[in-house]
């Protein structure tokens, strides 16, 4: 085997600030691209000796990315690389791998819920020891090694063939090929009560699990179809395709639409759910009922003590910032410790480590807890099972009781997409400019309690973020937020978060785009948007 020096240019891409890399797969393709992303992270980590996790969500160029990743973390001295067969794992199963094998890290490659193939996108992030995605200083270092680099490192030697469990060597390097489902599958055993949810299924109870033609399929095959006994078939689209079956595999009522339709139908099952591409979002849908995410992590938090991974309770509950405040008032009446964290998973990091958050969720989809360090689609949908099989009610039951206890928080996000980037950072700043002056303001009927621009600091190890979106606070209890993306592949992104509070002896059964709809118009109404992008109306509402 030689090691080959090859020279290079810097690249662009990373967004400062963000915890991967994420692209149009053809600009990941081209020659260098992902090499120089590769070695920009290598020279971060300092990978020599170390052993690594390897897996992706097997969208098109998955295959090609592990085999050129293996070339160069073996001529990068790396002592050793546990690969999911085929190139597969899900992002929570390589979380989990990390941590069980007490890895150094891991690579991840996924665009997660942005479509897939030869026009799609493609993605690779780094996550450290602790299953998670790594911190703002080694994503920084990542970025500024992305401007400087000059040389990547590749081994001559082709990778081994990764379809066929087993073990192999490249140099000094051992590639130990892994399947992605059986430790994820123990985990999870651990975690949820399999026989009650077992006995649940024999009972007649029927569920549909949509994988979006990603890479839950095997996964969700086997756990709730072969340990489970739902019935096969039970779930849907669960072989993973290079580019999703040309679908958007975002698990929300608007990409999971057919999942919507089937279980807003007169023959529905029990239960609905999907997840994303990379296999850490979920949805969550009962027979005509769809759970909002925020609400969703909110009925996770207050029944996770009846799944036998939680029985001792749980210790805290955190949330992104513009995820609703429902999971505040579970947290309150448990007296359990709430965090309110910018956007970002990578945020729950220190909280779950320092046992100071058990149970954790973003309004976009993803809920998880302290047995990995991502968010997990599965998990939520296991926990959701778990749940309904000791309470023996419809997920409609549950939720009508839980707004009976804690009030309902009608809440809705709308996107407005490939805004002019110029556009949308003056949108932000012009508001923010003007945040002080709010307070006491009139739109469309409601009142501006007080505004500002969401600022963090790490209440385990004091690192900051700032300004990580705008929050509106109306008098009565309504919110919104306004944030730009960091994910988007084109333009900007402008995410309008809005939410609204209703106590238990108020109107719980309102349209919530009725109850919402004052919380809009007031947010436009102070920050131009429709106007100033020239839009009508937002593009994605979910
Ligand atoms: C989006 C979601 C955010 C999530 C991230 C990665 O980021 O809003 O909650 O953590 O994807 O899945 P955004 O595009 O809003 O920056
Ligand atoms: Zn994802």
């Not at 309150?332 to 729950?348: D, I, L, N, R, S």
């Amino acid at each position: 085997m030689t090691i080959q020096t090859i020279k290079t240019a810097p690249i662009e891409g990373q967004k400062p600030g963000t915890s991967g890399l994420r692209k149009k797969t053809r600009v990941f393709a081209e020659p260098g691209y992902l090499e120089n992303y590769v070695q920009a992270i290598f020279d971060a980590i300092e990978p020599a000796g170390k052993t690594y996790v390897v897996g992706g969500d097997g969208r098109y160029f998955n295959d090609r990315a592990i085999a050129t990743i293996l070339r160069m973390a073996a001529a990068n001295g790396v002592a050793k690389v546990i690969v999911g067969q085929g190139g597969i794992l899900s992002t929570p199963a390589a979380s989990h791998l990390i941590r069980l094998n007490e890895t150094d890290g891991g690579l991840i490659l996924s665009a997660s819920h942005n479509p897939g193939g030869e026009d799609g996108d493609f993605g690779l992030k780094y996550n450290i020891a602790n299953g998670g995605p790594a911190p703002e200083a080694i994503t920084d270092a990542i970025f500024a090694n992305t401007r400087t680099i000059t040389r990547y490192k590749i081994t001559d030697e082709d990778a081994p063939g990764i379809d066929a469990i087993g073990t192999f060597s490249m140099g000094n390097m051992e590639v130990a090929v892994v399947d992605p489902v059986t430790d994820y599958a123990a985990l999870m055993e651990t975690l949820f009560d399999f026989p009650a949810i077992a006995k649940l299924i024999a009972g007649g109870f029927r569920l549909r699990f949509d994988a979006m033609h990603a890479v839950t399929g095997p996964y969700a095959t086997e756990i709730l179809e072969n340990r489970l006994g739902a019935a096969k078939g039970s779930v849907v689209n669960g072989v993973p395709s290079p580019d999703f079956g040309g679908g958007h595999p975002d698990p929300n009522p608007v990409w999971a639409k057919v999942l919507m339709d089937h279980m807003f139908a007169d023959d529905a099952p029990d239960f609905g759910a999907a997840s994303d591409g990379d296999g850490d979002r979920n949805m969550i849908v009962g027979r005509g009922v769809y759970v909002t995410p925020s609400d969703s992590l909110a009925v996770l938090a207050a029944n996770a003590h009846l799944a036998p991974g939680y029985r001792d309770g749980i210790k805290g509950i955190a949330r992104s910032m513009p995820t609703s405040g429902a999971a505040d008032r579970v947290a309150q009446a448990m007296g359990v410790e709430c965090h309110q964290t910018p956007t970002g998973w990578k945020f729950f990091g220190t909280l779950l480590d320092a046992g100071r958050a058990t149970i954790c969720g973003e309004e976009s989809a993803g809920t998880g807890s302290n047995h990995v360090r991502e968010k997990d689609g599965l998990w939520a949908v296991l926990l959701w099972l778990n749940i309904l099989a000791v309470k023996k009610q419809s997920v409609a039951e549950i939720m009508d009781a839980h707004w009976q206890m804690y009030g309902r928080t009608y809440y809705s996000r709308h996107d407005y997409e490939e805004v002019d980037a110029e556009v949308a950072g003056e949108i932000m700043s012009d508001l923010s400019d003007k945040l002080d002056d709010l307070g006491g303001t009139k739109a469309a009927g409601l009142v501006v309690a007080d505004a500002e621009d969401f600022d963090y600091v790490d209440p385990v190890d004091g690192s900051t973020a700032t300004s990580q979106g705008i929050i509106l606070n109306f008098e009565g209890g309504a919110r919104a937020v306004l944030r730009l993306s960091g994910t988007g592949t084109a333009g900007a992104t402008i995410r309008l978060y809005l939410e609204n509070h209703v106590e238990p002896e108020g109107d719980l059964g309102m349209d919530p785009s009725v109850a919402l709809a004052p919380v809009a118009e007031a947010a436009d109404a102070l920050s131009g948007l429709k106007e100033r992008t020239g839009r009508a109306g937002p593009d994605v509402v979910t």
